[in-house]
C-alpha cells in the first residue's frame, strides 16, 4: 500500500515554470515505480512521465519531452515534477501515480492520488 499527495500545482503564464510535488507514504513507498498523469477538461487521462523506482530509468510524453523533468528523493519520499516552458496546453488537472512495476506504469498505475490543478495562461 501506497498514500500519494500532490501540491504545487497554480496559475503560470505561458513560458512560466512550475515544479509539483507528490509526498508518498507507506511502509513500501521507495520501491514502487512512479508516474505523473494529466487530464484537460473533456478529454481522457493521458500520461505525462514515468520514473522507476531508483530513478535510474524515465519516461516521457513526446508533448513534454526537453520542457518536463521528472525526479526522485527516496530519502524523503517524494517525486517531483519541474515543469519549464509552460504552454496553454499544459492546463490541466495533474495526478501522481505508483505501480510495483515500471513497465506497467504508463497504462494501469496501482495508486492513484487526488490531483493538482495546473492552469497555464496565454
Known amino acids: 500500500q501506497v498514500q500519494l499527495v500532490e501540491s504545487g500545482g497554480g496559475l503560470v503564464q505561458a513560458g512560466g515554470s512550475l515544479r509539483l510535488s507528490c509526498a508518498t507514504s507507506?511502509?513500501?513507498?521507495?520501491?514502487?515505480?512512479m508516474g505523473w498523469f494529466r487530464q484537460a477538461p473533456g478529454k481522457d487521462r493521458e500520461f505525462v512521465a514515468a520514473?522507476?523506482?531508483?530513478?535510474?530509468?524515465?519516461a516521457y510524453a513526446d508533448s513534454v519531452k526537453g520542457r518536463f523533468t521528472m525526479f526522485r528523493d527516496n530519502a524523503k519520499g517524494t517525486v517531483y515534477l519541474q515543469m519549464n516552458s509552460l504552454k496553454p496546453e499544459d492546463t490541466a488537472v495533474y495526478y501522481c501515480?505508483?505501480?510495483?512495476?515500471?513497465?506497467?506504469?504508463?497504462?494501469?498505475?496501482?495508486?492513484w492520488g487526488q490531483g493538482t490543478q495546473v492552469t497555464v495562461s496565454s
Open positions: 501515480a505508483a505501480d510495483g512495476n515500471f513497465a506497467d506504469i504508463r497504462s494501469t498505475p496501482d495508486y
Open positions: 520514473i522507476n523506482w531508483s530513478g535510474g530509468s524515465s
Open positions: 507507506g511502509r513500501t513507498r521507495n520501491m514502487f515505480a
